[in-house]
């Protein structure tokens, strides 16, 4: 068996990122078993829940991420529609719509040259804006949005490097262990073959 | 005699784990791809279908859908607009290019790690 290194320290770990805690990597396993005084059952058992832990996380942040794409693409329609209604805006026509009332039925509806839009912001609430307000206020929280996602790109990435270390850590512990308990039947055998 | 096979004691450095993590990243990021690709690929079929229905329609105003509305819309505006959306839609799936050179670092990856540890790690997908 390989000797333990001395001071090892995985000195380049993150030890948690916004609430997600680091998954401490195993230089050797025997010094790792040595040091936390757990035996291997309750080593694995210890590892399993972590690993436990991580999948919820990770189910909270694809969660988060569904929503934050679904949401992007609406924000674009948005903007693309007061584009348009500015475009519209100097030439005098009106523009024509067909929209829909209800399922598979479609109304038209004129609108006229108009300098200003309603938003709707949540909450039952709407408010008036003039077109470039609307403009820079749904570009914000656009880019707002794109901020997000990355940031939980970001966070998913470390998250599942974590995963990843703790499932290699656990098929670590487990092997370490059949190659103890095969080294003791072996040392088991030669004994009584000595008697 | 000691029977080798299971437990192996191949020791995994901190350089082994970055490297398994890194593939595994890779490998997620190459999903990804594929199925940007699929959607962007979708899109630009329905964007060509859509310009090649302008040619043979003979009406002067087209519904054009923009957000959740479909606005009346000349039909030579709509069909710079559809020109637009294709140029949009080829600059995207020039960037999804990136999706050799993730199968190109993915294959570096497999040779380091089934060179070090051989049969003790599997790096296919199920």
Redesign the interface.
């Given at each position: 068996?390989?000797s333990s290194s001395s001071a090892s320290g995985?000195g380049?770990v993150v030890t948690e990122r916004r609430g997600i805690p680091g998954a401490q990597?195993v230089?050797?396993v025997h010094t790792y078993l040595t040091d936390s005084g757990l035996d291997v059952g309750s080593a694995l058992a210890f590892l399993q829940e972590r690993l436990q832990q991580y999948k919820l996380v990770e189910m909270k942040l694809l969660a988060q991420q569904r929503d934050l794409q679904a949401k992007i693409p609406d924000i674009e329609?948005?903007l693309?529609?007061v584009a348009?209604l500015q475009a519209k805006k100097g030439t005098g026509e009106e523009?024509?719509?067909?929209?829909?009332v209800s399922e598979g039925i479609?109304s038209r509806?004129r609108i006229e040259e108009t300098d200003c839009v309603c938003l709707w912001l949540g909450a039952n609430v709407m408010l008036e804006y003039s077109l470039d307000e609307a403009t820079s206020l749904l570009q914000k929280n656009l880019d707002n949005a794109r901020a997000s996602l990355e940031v939980l790109i970001a966070d998913l990435?470390f998250l599942?490097?974590q995963v990843?270390?703790t499932q290699?850590t656990i098929a670590?512990v487990y092997?370490?262990?059949?190659?103890?308990?095969?080294?003791q039947q072996?040392a088991t055998a030669t004994a009584t073959a000595q008697n | 005699m000691q029977e080798q096979g299971e437990g192996s004691e191949t020791e995994v450095t901190w350089e082994d784990q970055q490297n398994i993590n890194k593939f595994g990243r890779l490998n997620n990021r190459f999903h990804e791809l594929d199925d940007d690709i699929k959607i962007a690929k979708e899109t630009d079929d329905n964007l060509e279908d859509a310009s090649n229905e302008l040619i043979l329609t003979d009406e002067e105003v087209v519904r054009f859908q923009i957000g959740e509305v479909f606005a009346h819309v000349p039909k030579d505006e709509v069909e710079s607009k559809i020109e637009q959306m294709k140029q949009v839609t080829t600059q995207k799936l020039e960037k999804l290019e990136e999706k050799e050179s993730v199968l190109a670092q993915m294959a570096e990856l497999k040779k380091i790690l089934y060179g070090k540890f051989k049969d003790s790690i599997n790096l296919e997908d199920d």
């Open positions: 068996m390989a995985s380049s990597f230089e050797d329609k948005c693309d529609i348009t523009l024509i719509a067909d929209f829909e479609y509806a990435q599942r490097d990843t270390i290699v670590r092997n370490w262990d059949v190659h103890q308990r095969r080294i072996a | -």
